[in-house]
């Protein structure tokens, strides 16, 4: 299975749009990274992790809504982590990403 960032993207957004915060953005990196920004935070990850993420939490990658569901909890999770802690304690990270937070 192939994941499809637009799909990603818009699952991210309506559950982030949920809350009291505005959009995340996402953009692929020159050396093919993803990154994930909101507010100072960015958060970076490769197709590996982001499978890896779905290995930890045991997902099947042919049921594509928990696919996304899952990928978009986690990398949500990463962009509160810092400052408000887990929005969703349920969801496993694979702890091979990297988390920056940058200057306005």
Avoid: T, W
């Avoid at 020159?30 to 920004?37: R, S």
């Avoid at 100072?40 to 990658?61: H, T």
């Amino acid at each position: 299975m192939n994941i499809n960032l637009n799909f990603l993207s818009i699952e991210i957004n309506r559950i982030f749009n949920s809350g009291p915060f505005h959009k995340v953005e996402m953009l692929v990196c020159e050396n093919g990274l993803l990154c994930f920004k909101h507010d100072v935070l960015k958060y970076y990850s490769s197709y590996d992790g982001l499978y890896a993420v779905l290995k930890a939490n045991a997902v099947d990658l042919k049921n594509q809504a928990m696919v996304y569901q899952i990928l978009s909890k986690h990398i949500l999770n990463q962009l509160r982590k810092p400052f408000h802690g887990l929005r969703f304690p349920e969801i496993k990270s694979a702890g091979n990403d990297l988390l920056q937070v940058v200057n306005r």
